[in-house]
Each structure stands twice: as C-alpha cells, then as structure tokens.
Nanobody, 112 residues
Framework: QVQLVESGGGLVQAGGSLRLSCAAS????????MAWYRQAPGKQRELVAS???????NYADSAKGRFTISRDNAKNTVDLQMNSLKPEDTAVYYC??????WGQGTQVTVSS
C-alpha cells in the first residue's frame, strides 16, 4: 500500500522556521516528481513547491527565497524547509505525488 505521511508542522512565531518531512512507504520517492501543497481556511489548495525526478525545483512566488524543497533518498523522504515564516503561511501542508497520492496533511500555524 502506497502511503505518504507528513510531519514537522506546528506553531511558530513570524520570522521563525519549520522543516516539514514527507515519509513514503510502498513507493520510491526518488523516482517520482513530488510536490508540497497547502490549503488555508476558506482558500483553494495551492502548489507551494515541486521537485522533479531529476532534482529540478519550482516554487510558488510566495515561497521563493524562503522555502526549499529537497529529497533524502536514503530516508525516502521529501522535505520542505520553511524560513522567514509569515502569518499568511498558515495552512495545512500536504505532500503529494501530483495527481496520484496525497498525504493526510500537517498543520502549520504562524503567529504574528
């Protein structure tokens, strides 16, 4: 059974950092394009960052310069390092194999 499990969310003050991790079972993440999405209350889910199987990365304009997506092939995880967090980053963050497999999400709350 293919499963993605996110961890690392929590409550942080504005300007702080969090590192989200997405652990996979039943699938080798290094072979796949992966992405992090987020959904804030009352808003549509949006793409935050993606990484191709070859390691190319893309970021939403809101994440550029602050967030970094990376793989740890040994651990079979995809991580999202988030720095200089803002209250508007508050959302549930999901990792996904786009259009295929989704995790359950992890809550990130940034206080002002």
């Amino acid at each position: 059974q293919v499963q993605l499990v996110e961890s690392g969310g929590g409550l942080v003050q504005a300007g702080g950092s969090l590192r989200l991790s997405c652990a996979a079972s039943g699938i080798m993440l290094r072979l796949l394009a992966m992405a992090w999405y987020r959904q804030a209350p009352g808003k549509q889910r949006e793409l935050v960052a993606s990484i191709s199987s070859g390691g190319n990365t893309n970021y939403a304009d809101s994440a550029k310069g602050r967030f970094t997506i990376s793989r740890d092939n040994a651990k079979n995880t995809v991580d999202l390092q988030m720095n200089s967090l803002k209250p508007e980053d508050t959302a549930v963050y999901y990792c996904a194999v786009p259009d295929s497999v989704w995790g359950q999400g992890t809550q990130v709350t940034v206080s002002s």
